[in-house]
């Protein structure tokens, strides 16, 4: 199994509920990412765990909550979000955690994404 | 600090045609860069890896070079169809991350 599957493909929710992503991954990989894109821009990285224990929060606002339950899980916890928080939410797995100034090599693999609005 | 510069964000080509999308880099000294397509609405995938010691790899229809003299990288698609349509981003490792590039989007008309 050489995919990163997430669920839901789309979530539309209020500014006041409390919803979760979700993302599996069953390719023995140790390191795993949520990452935020919105129309025309770039992947921009929110989280990274490594070994299950986060590694890197990129000054994410605290209303995003990951958690890993195992290696093979990966949850995104949402709650009291902004309409601005809108955008395709991507998940992504690679075999270890890149650290700086590393020579490995190191491909990530995505999942589809779950398309998020909020209204 | 790193930068990143895909220099065209849409490159529109003829079928059969090669497509060559560019990938600058400053104050950055990488060990690696990598090649991903993106679709609408879907996750990138990835094409190719190149190690700063590589000149040139090559995978079916896909070339990629890499020169760190000029800090720079191309991407070429040969025989182009309109199925090679989409958004295409380089990335470089950062500390514990990947960092992308803008993005070209290509667009191969029949």
């Known amino acids: 199994d050489t995919e990163v599957t997430q669920t839901p493909k789309h979530l539309v929710m209020g500014m006041t509920n409390k919803k979760s992503l979700k993302c599996e991954q069953h390719?023995?990989?140790?390191?795993m990412y949520w990452y935020k894109q919105k129309a025309k821009k770039p992947p921009e990285l929110m989280f990274v765990?490594?070994?299950?224990?986060?590694?890197i929060n990129e000054s994410v606002p605290s209303r995003f909550s990951p958690e890993c339950p195992n290696s093979s899980l990966l949850n995104l916890h949402l709650h009291a979000l902004q309409p601005e928080d809108s955008a395709l939410y991507l998940c992504?797995?690679?075999?270890?955690?890149?650290?700086?100034?590393?020579?490995?090599?190191?491909?990530?693999?995505f999942g589809p994404g779950t398309r998020l609005t909020v209204l | 600090s790193q930068k990143i510069e895909q220099n065209s964000e849409a490159l529109n080509i003829q079928e059969g045609k090669t497509a060559t999308l560019t990938c600058n880099y400053t104050?950055?000294?990488?060990?690696?860069l990598q090649w991903y397509r993106q679709d609408p609405g879907r996750g990138p995938v990835f094409l190719l890896l190149?190690?700063?010691?590589?000149k040139e790899k090559r995978k079916e229809r896909l070339k990629v070079t890499f020169d760190t003299t000029l800090k720079q990288s191309l991407f070429h698609i040969t025989a182009s169809q309109p199925a090679d349509s989409a958004t295409y981003l380089c990335?470089?490792?950062?500390?514990?991350?990947?960092?992308f590039g803008q993005g070209t989007t290509l667009q191969v008309k029949p």
């Open positions: 992504a797995s690679s075999p270890y955690f890149e650290t700086s100034g590393s020579k490995s090599y190191n491909e990530q693999f």
């Open positions: 390719m023995g990989h140790r390191a």
């Open positions: 765990y490594s070994y299950e224990k986060l590694s």
């Open positions: 104050n950055y000294s990488p060990a690696y």
């Open positions: 190149i190690r700063e010691n590589e």
């Open positions: 990335a470089l490792p950062g500390p514990g991350k990947l960092i």
